[in-house]
């Protein structure tokens, strides 16, 4: 499975990106998609995930009511929508896919098998 991320870009405080991540290969094997982030000089962290098919979403609390993970089964997309977009959202956002099946809080912290390269989010005050 290749995952391939893009829409990242520079964006003042209180504007909004859509993140799409673009997947191939045996993307039937997949069974979540997951966004993380991270920023200069820390540790990468958890944003969001959700299947591919039933099931809910799960957010990160520091997104929560401002980002919206989505995805596009016919076009193997998933997509984040970052509204009200904060300088601490700055980072490399990266988009993953895991085999495995997760729900709610273990979706930010199991293993996922798949990762993109990451797409660059600068937010300006």
């Known amino acids: 499975v290749q995952l391939q991320a893009s829409g990242g870009g520079l964006v003042q405080a209180g504007g909004s990106l859509r993140l799409s991540c673009a997947a191939s290969?045996?993307?039937?094997?997949?069974?979540?998609m997951g966004w993380f982030r991270q920023a200069p000089g820390k540790e990468r962290e958890f944003v969001a995930a959700?299947?591919?098919?039933?099931?809910?979403?799960y957010y990160a609390d520091s997104v929560k009511g401002r980002f919206t993970i989505s995805g596009d089964n016919a076009k193997n997309t998933a997509y984040l929508q970052m509204n009200s977009l904060k300088p601490e959202d700055t980072a490399v956002y990266s988009c993953?896919?895991?085999?495995?099946?997760?729900?709610?809080?273990?979706?930010?912290?199991?293993?996922?098998?798949?990762w993109g390269q990451g797409t660059l989010v600068t937010v300006s005050s």
């Open positions: 993953a896919a895991r085999r495995a099946q997760c729900s709610n809080y273990g979706c930010s912290v199991g293993n996922y098998d798949y």
């Open positions: 959700r299947p591919w098919s039933e099931g809910n979403p």
């Open positions: 290969g045996r993307t039937a094997s997949t069974y979540v």
